[in-house]
């Protein structure tokens, strides 16, 4: 075998202590001298050296200009803070809300309610333009447009104005509601959105659009999205998808950055396409 022996297999006093190795001999260096006070201020690398890991100044951001809506008086008072919201959560809204600034919903209140109720009955299943012409003539018969004085209307006279007899019909059912106290008027600003839907979709003729619409034009609730009007949806459709066909689903998406303002997001999509929807 060889003579000579692997690290691991030699005896431990025959490995050399690194006292007995030697240590190369030179003259001595000076050691450095760091500089005080003035002289270190002075100092270039010194100063290299304090200003190397020293953060750089930040310049203060600069606070996103406000736009001024001009908004007309009469809008509900949540109206300006919900379009400044929409205006950050929704691209198309960013755009649509400055370019219509000054306008905005402007609720005719709950003391119009019947009124407001009965153009609607009046004008489902036309245009809009045959609407208005049929209210014009429907509004001449009673004394006021009030729940008794249309119980006291002769039905020849409201078929002679143009009304179907089913208009009739749901007219005379929408008076009844109010003079026999079916509707509970004086809880609706405690009510939900959709146990009014309900109150109102009890009265004959009365759809859940035409109760959605109510709670946006007469009522001003701020949170209604009414997907079953087709403006709404064509909007959605030329506005976020570039025309293609949206299905009720895909509005819905849309709508989550809408919350808690479907309201106002739903009115400037309107007004986009300058749609007037019955109310």
Same mark, same amino acid.
């Given at each position: ?116 109720? *009965? ?8 245009? *809009? ?9 429907? *509004? ?12 006291? &209307? ?64 007469? &009522? ?60």
């Amino acid at each position: 075998m060889s003579a000579v022996k692997h690290l691991d297999t030699m005896e431990f006093e025959q490995l050399p202590l690194v006292a007995d190795l030697p240590v190369p001999m030179g003259p001595a260096a000076p050691l450095p001298v760091a500089p005080l006070g003035a002289a270190a201020l002075a100092d270039p690398a010194v100063l290299a050296i304090k200003t190397a890991g020293a953060p750089k100044p930040v310049a203060p951001k600069m606070a996103a200009p406000k736009i001024n809506l001009a908004l007309p008086e009469g809008v509900p008072a949540y109206w300006e803070e919900a379009c400044r919201q929409l205006m950050r959560r929704d691209r198309v809204l960013k755009r649509l809300i400055p370019q219509l600034g000054s306008q905005a919903l402007l609720p005719c209140g709950q003391e119009q309610a019947f009124a407001t109720l *009965a153009r609607s009955i009046i004008g489902q299943q036309i245009s *809009a333009k045959s609407a208005k012409t049929l209210w014009n003539k429907f *509004a001449k018969l009673p004394a006021a447009m009030q729940p008794e004085q249309v119980l006291r &209307l002769k039905v020849d006279d409201m078929r002679g104005a143009g009304l179907s007899a089913r208009k009739v019909d749901y007219l005379v059912d929408l008076a009844l509601h109010f003079t026999e106290h079916r509707l509970h008027m004086d809880e609706w600003a405690q009510m939900s959105d959709e146990v009014i839907i309900a109150e109102l979709m009890s009265i004959r003729g009365l759809s859940r659009w035409t109760a959605e619409n109510f709670l946006i034009y007469c &009522l001003g609730r701020p949170n209604v999205l009414p997907l079953d009007d087709a403006g709404l949806i064509q909007g959605i459709s030329l506005n976020h998808f570039s025309g293609d066909p949206v299905s009720r689903s895909d509005a819905r998406e849309v709508a989550e950055a809408w919350k808690p303002w479907c309201t106002v997001a739903t009115w400037y999509i309107w007004r986009s396409l300058e749609a007037q929807p019955v109310a």
